[in-house]
């Protein structure tokens, strides 16, 4: 496993090098790349900033990575998550999942995605010119956390 909080871009071929090479049992590996968007529902953005407290930040995205693995039966998974000032259509966030078989890879990348906005501490603030604007939890966001919570394996 490993996770990285950086404002560094990252190189997806890399990453699944490095997870591919630590997961050597798998039949799948599941990999996910966010990208930033140029709008919100209110109309155009110029970018966005991402905020984190370190150390901190580091912990809770370790700990979401290492509760997937359990959770999921992956036999290894990684997640890496940019901070700083972001332009339009940069990439931010990049997991990848590996398991014996597909669908764990899958259920597993879509688990940290919808569990990183609830779980790990990263503020975002939106830019309308140089304008900014701090970025509210979104019900969408509270609602697919809540789903996975409700259907956790015990």
Known sequence: MFIAIQEADFCQA?????????????GAIVTFT???????PHGKINGLSLEHYPGMTEK???????G???????TDAAAVHRVG????DEQIVWVGCAALHRRAAFEGAMYIMDMLKQSVPLWKKEFVGEQGHWVAPKASDDAAALAWLSNKKE
């Open 14 to 26: 890399e990453l699944y090098q490095q997870l591919r090479r630590s997961s050597r049992d798998a």
């Open 34 to 40: 966010g990208l930033v968007r140029d709008h919100n």
């Open 60 to 66: 809770a995205l370790s700990s979401l990575v290492t």
């Open 68 to 74: 997937a693995i359990t959770q999921f039966e992956l």
């Open 85 to 88: 000032r972001l332009h339009n």
